[in-house]
């Protein structure tokens, strides 16, 4: 990769969220940056923010996508930033106009993975007992779980990795086990705490949108910042990625309705692309899915095949499940 001459320019402001897992995925981009531009400086500021705070309010009754990013975002359209690290499954699917999404990196596993307490035999959905409680307070995880094994039991389950496995391992906690992202664990170092990866072929379930794949967030029109981060793009994750987000984008789903995705490159060579997604009532009961295989070579052709299978999985229904649970909410911020 060409090196980049950069020493005359002042330090590149990093932002993202004060958790462990952001702060790891931040220092991710600047040395890699670092690597591309050896003289340039690079700063990195923590944030905490208004979905950090507020550990109690189900995350699926805020309403407003943006808990995750908005007070970043501020900073970074005044120029106190310039690019903010997010998981981009946080980030919602339309963002402000001062902003823009940079191109993905290469995504880490997309998949959701199952971790038992520590002690407990248990190494998979299919051989837990009748009543075991998954923790988990994602609405996509705990629909599709309840679907396809409705002997399992919920418990709501948050914080931030650290905490929630605290708490699972707790001896007295009720929780047998929970479902988080392989990525985020195997990027805080606890992928041996990984029981088994959830994917839909194992018996899993479909993951969130954008889930393993960082977000860079640019002011928009910063042209010599997309410059510099566009040396870590990777062209599979960034049309996979933008086909998952058009299709939230066309359901009107924030990160903690319950859409399922998978995309898979079929053929590289022939850049063909599956996707498949789902959406499933909070009880299970109710579900439509469907894929689409086609070429993506462009960003229109990912954000067109994302429409598409909105479009097919509306037809099919998945508007009155997304009603139903959208009138049980307080209106969107
Ligand atoms: N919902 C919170 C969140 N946002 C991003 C990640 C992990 C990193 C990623 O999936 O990109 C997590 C934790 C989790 O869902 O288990």
New binding site residues.
């Given amino acids: 990769m060409a090196k980049i001459d950069t020493a005359a320019l002042r330090p590149l402001r990093i932002g993202t969220r004060r958790s462990n ?1 952001a702060v790891v995925q931040a220092e991710g981009i600047r040395n890699s940056l670092q690597k591309i531009a050896p003289d340039r400086t690079f700063e990195i500021e923590t944030l905490h923010t208004l979905g950090d705070k507020d550990k109690s309010t189900a995350l699926y009754s805020f309403g407003a996508k943006s808990l995750w990013t908005s007070e970043l975002e501020e900073k970074l359209t005044s120029g106190e930033l310039d690019v903010v690290v997010h ?4 980030m919602p699917t339309t963002l402000p106009d001062s902003c823009q999404l940079a191109p993905i990196p290469l995504r ?1 596993d ?1 998949r ?1 993975a199952l971790i038992v307490k520590d002690g407990l035999p248990y190494t998979s959905l299919q051989t837990l007992p009748e009543g075991a409680v998954v923790g988990t307070s ?1 609405v996509r995880r705990s629909a599709q779980l309840r679907r396809l094994y409705p002997h399992l039991r919920f418990a709501n389950l948050r914080g931030n ?1 650290e905490t929630r496995l605290a708490k699972v391992d707790h001896p007295e906690s009720e929780y047998t086990c929970m ?3 392989a ?2 664990l195997e ?1 805080l170092g606890l992928k041996h705490r990984i029981n088994q990866y959830m994917g839909s072929k194992d018996g899993g379930i479909l993951h ?1 949108v ?5 977000g860079l967030e640019i002011r928009k029109g910063d042209g010599e910042t997309l410059a510099l981060v566009a040396n870590l793009a990777d062209q599979w994750s960034t049309l996979a990625c933008l086909a998952e987000r058009a299709l939230m984008r066309t359901l009107e789903g924030g ?1 903690s309705v319950p859409i399922g995705v998978e995309t898979e490159w079929v053929d590289k060579s022939r850049y063909l692309l599956k996707i498949t997604a789902i959406v499933v009532s909070l009880d299970g009961a109710q579900s439509v899915q469907d894929s689409i295989d086609t070429t993506v070579q462009t960003e229109e052709e990912a954000t067109a095949l994302g429409q598409e299978l909105a479009a097919r999985l509306v037809k099919a229904g998945a508007d009155a499940i997304l009603n139903e649970i959208n009138t049980d909410r307080p209106a969107k911020g």
């Fill in positions: 897992l998981c981009l499954k946080d880490d997309p959701d994602s990795v479902v988080m992202s990525a985020g990027r969130a954008g889930q393993g794949a960082l990160c």
